[in-house]
C-alpha cells in the first residue's frame, strides 16, 4: 500500500515538473534520494466494528543474525524469490478496534525505545486518524517485547492514561522478574525494558492479566500460543457473523517463515515450541479461510493464510479499497 502510494505520489510530482518548467534543473535533484512517508492507517469494517491498521514505521532487520534452522544461502534462494535480499524491512503494525463503547489498541508500537527514526510514529497515526490516546479505553498485548508494549509510556509516564492493559498472565509473570534473564539466559534488556513500559501501567493498578480461552471485552476472546513467550496471545475479534484474529509474532519473516515455517529468530524464548505454534497456527487458520491480523508482515499486514503442501504456506493480503460506499 505504501509502495502504491509512493509511485502515485512521484508520479503526480513528475507531472507537475514537467507542467511547470521546461527542464530538471540539476540543481533541483535532492543530493540524496530517500523515502518520504506519510503517517499510515487503513480502515475496513468487521460486522459493527471499525478496524484499522496503524503503521508505527520499520526497522531493518538482517537476517543472518537473526534466522535460526536456515542457511544463508537457503535464506537468500527464499528471499530472491520474492525479490528481497538480507536486510530486509521488517513493519510495526499496530491495530486499532472500535465499536460503540470501546476503542481498544492491539500492541503499542516500540515508542521511543528503538531510536530516533525507528517505530515510535503510533500516536501521529492515531492522530490522522482522528483518535487521540485519552480515547483509548482498552490495550490488548500480544506479548511483552519492546516492539509491542515501547508504545506504551513517553517520557516514562502512560501514553494512555485512561487505558486499561490486558496481557497473558504468564508473560507478566515472566518479564516482570529479571531474575528470570539469569535463569533462562534470555537478554536481560528484555526484563529492563519491561519495567519501563507495561510495569508502569501494573504499578498503578491499569493491567489485567488473563488465561486461556477467556472473554475479555464484548465479542473479544484470549487464547496462549507458549514458544516466542511464554504467555504469547492471540485475540479473536468477532461481530456479527465476521471474525478475525490477532496473531502477534507467530511471524516475523513472510518471505522466509511462511515456505518454511521451521525456521525460528533469535527473539523467540523456545524456539522449537515457537516453531510448532507457527505450524499448527497457519495449518488452522488456512483451513478456516480466517482473516489474520501480523504486526511484521509488510503493512496493513492483515489478510489470510494459504496451505500450498508439504507444510508451506503463503500470504495473501486483504484486498485494498480506496472509495466511498460499502
Do not use: C
Not at 76 to 83: I, R, T
Request: proline share 6%; hydrophobic share 40%.
Amino acid at each position: 500500500m505504501t509502495t502504491m502510494r509512493s509511485l502515485l505520489f512521484a508520479s503526480a510530482v513528475a507531472l507537475s515538473v514537467a507542467v511547470s518548467a521546461p527542464a530538471f534543473a540539476a540543481s533541483d535533484v535532492p543530493a540524496v534520494a530517500s523515502y518520504q512517508q506519510v503517517t499510515d492507517s487503513y480502515s475496513f469494517p468487521l460486522g459493527d466494528l471499525r478496524i484499522t491498521a496503524l503503521s508505527d514505521g520499520t526497522v531493518p532487520q538482517d537476517l543472518y543474525k537473526l534466522l535460526i534452522g536456515t542457511s544463508h544461502s537457503h535464506t537468500d534462494q527464499m528471499l530472491d524469490k520474492e525479490f528481497l535480499e538480507s536486510p530486509v524491512e521488517a513493519s510495526i503494525n499496530a491495530f486499532l478496534v472500535q465499536s460503540s463503547n470501546h476503542t481498544i489498541l492491539v500492541d503499542t508500537g516500540s515508542g521511543d525505545l528503538f531510536g530516533p527514526g525507528n517505530g515510535g510514529k503510533l500516536l501521529d497515526s492515531l492522530a490522522s486518524i482522528g483518535v487521540k490516546a485519552d480515547e483509548v479505553t482498552d490495550i490488548l498485548i500480544t506479548h511483552i517485547h519492546t516492539d509491542h508494549t515501547g508504545g506504551l509510556v513517553r517520557n516514562g509516564q502512560p501514553a494512555f492514561p485512561n487505558a486499561t492493559v490486558f496481557v497473558g498472565a504468564p508473560d507478566l509473570k515472566f518479564f516482570l522478574d529479571p531474575s528470570n534473564a539469569r535463569k533462562t539466559g534470555y537478554a536481560e534488556q528484555y526484563f529492563d525494558e519491561a519495567a519501563k513500559t507495561i510495569g508502569v501501567y501494573e504499578k498503578l493498578g491499569k493491567v489485567k492479566t488473563f488465561g486461556e480461552g477467556e472473554t475479555i471485552l464484548p465479542g473479544i476472546t484470549t487464547s496462549l500460543h507458549p514458544g516466542h513467550t511464554p504467555g504469547s496471545a492471540f485475540f479473536t475479534v468477532t461481530s456479527k457473523d465476521q471474525s478475525m484474529t490477532f496473531i502477534g509474532d507467530v511471524i516475523h519473516v513472510a518471505a522466509v517463515q511462511f515456505p518454511d515455517p521451521d525456521v525460528t529468530i533469535v527473539y523467540d524464548v523456545k524456539p522449537e515450541d515457537a516453531a510448532s505454534v507457527r505450524k499448527e497456527t497457519f495449518s488452522d487458520l488456512a483451513k478456516r479461510r480466517e482473516l489474520v491480523a501480523a504486526p511484521h508482515l509488510p503493512f496493513p499486514g492483515v489478510g489470510y493464510i494459504r496451505a500450498e503442501g508439504a507444510g508451506s504456506f503463503s500470504w495473501h493480503p486483504l484486498e485494498y479499497r480506496n472509495r466511498a460506499g460499502q
